[in-house]
């Protein structure tokens, strides 16, 4: 797998968040220089910050279906039972959703596209073992790598940009989070009314709300099929290049109720949407979960590299603090 790409400069993400710092993070790369506000050549740079109410699950996917979606080039995550790991990461940000793409209009100062959701469809991948410390967080998770199939928004900008940076973007109908206690049901409606829903249960054993914080590296391939981004790059799902693959860099620091991945959910698909297809099962299990309320996240992403550093400057938003 290609971690960080040689010759690729890295962004590593700080924010103003409670606890976060304010000190410019120098990019780790063995090639090019960071670029500060962007590379007007590079126009699919995108930045995202989020406030949202999250529910993450993991779980086991045939092998040999996970390969038929993910390049050779990565390697996949396999558990003791030979299985990848498939992942759905559902986000609700009733206030907060703020999308700029630093060095292109018309969202070169930033909108808050709120409320909105997304919600990813990842298959995990093997990748080297490290902790970056995430300001603010009592507990830090191993950063994870994930190879994502599809992102499913609510909002036509968000989609845009996804599109435009070389992400697999469908737009949905709508999403709902309803909270009883220490029960959470998710519902996520496609345009032609099928319907993802998720049945989670938090046991919140914790004597107050842990502080908990993580880094993610995620890669991309738009869908074929989407030729409305006007840039006129080739996407080719087996190779592995910068004009068909989205690098995503994501920290994010939540507040949780119960232990980290230890949320109990169940995911039902109807037959015909994305999570049937790509994982080939309409009902699942998850073998670890995490209910997050609220999370902050930070997220850049580029077709081609991550070309500038951020701590941020002033004229990007952050999400509000936590509670």
């Avoid at 007007?40 to 038929?68: G, H, M, Y």
């Avoid at 799902?237 to 989205?246: E, L």
Wanted: hydrophobic letters at 40%; one cysteine or more; proline letters at 9%.
């Amino acid at each position: 797998m290609r971690a960080t790409g040689t010759g690729t400069a890295v962004l590593l993400i700080a924010c103003v968040f409670l606890g976060w710092g304010g000190s410019e993070k120098k990019a780790d790369g063995t090639g090019s220089s960071a670029i500060n506000g962007g590379d007007p050549a590079n126009p699919t740079l995108s930045e995202v910050r989020q406030q949202c109410n999250e529910i993450a699950a993991f779980f086991p996917v045939d092998l040999a279906l996970a390969r038929r979606w993910v390049p050779q080039t990565y390697n996949l995550e396999v558990d003791a039972q030979g299985k990848a790991g498939g992942a759905l990461i559902f986000m609700n940000c009733p206030k907060y959703f703020w999308v700029t793409t630093p060095n292109s209009p018309p969202l070169q100062e930033g909108k808050n596209t709120a409320p909105g959701s997304v919600v990813h469809l990842w298959f995990m991948l093997q990748g080297p073992a490290q902790v970056l410390p995430v300001p603010g967080a009592q507990v830090t998770a191993p950063t994870r790598y994930a190879y994502a199939v599809a992102d499913l928004v609510t909002s036509p900008i968000v989609a845009g940009v996804y599109r435009r940076a070389g992400k697999n973007a469908v737009l949905i109908r709508g999403t709902n989070l309803v909270e009883h206690g220490k029960r959470q049901t998710a519902k996520i409606i496609f345009t032609n009314g099928r319907k993802i829903t998720l049945e989670a249960h938090t046991a919140t054993k914790l004597p107050a709300p842990l502080r908990y914080g993580g880094n993610i590296w995620h890669w991309h391939v738009s869908d074929p099929a989407e030729t409305d981004d006007g840039l006129g790059l080739p996407i080719d799902r087996a190779v592995d290049n910068p004009s068909s693959v989205t690098t995503s860099r994501v920290m994010f620091l939540a507040t949780v109720p119960g232990s980290p991945n230890t949320t109990q959910v169940t995911i039902h698909a109807e037959r015909g949407t994305p999570f049937a297809d790509y994982f080939g099962a309409s009902r699942v299990v998850a073998s670890r979960a995490t209910f997050l309320r609220p999370n902050n996240i930070v997220t850049n992403s580029s077709r081609a590299e991550l070309a500038w550093t951020t701590y941020p400057p002033y004229t990007l938003h952050c999400p509000p603090l936590l509670p």
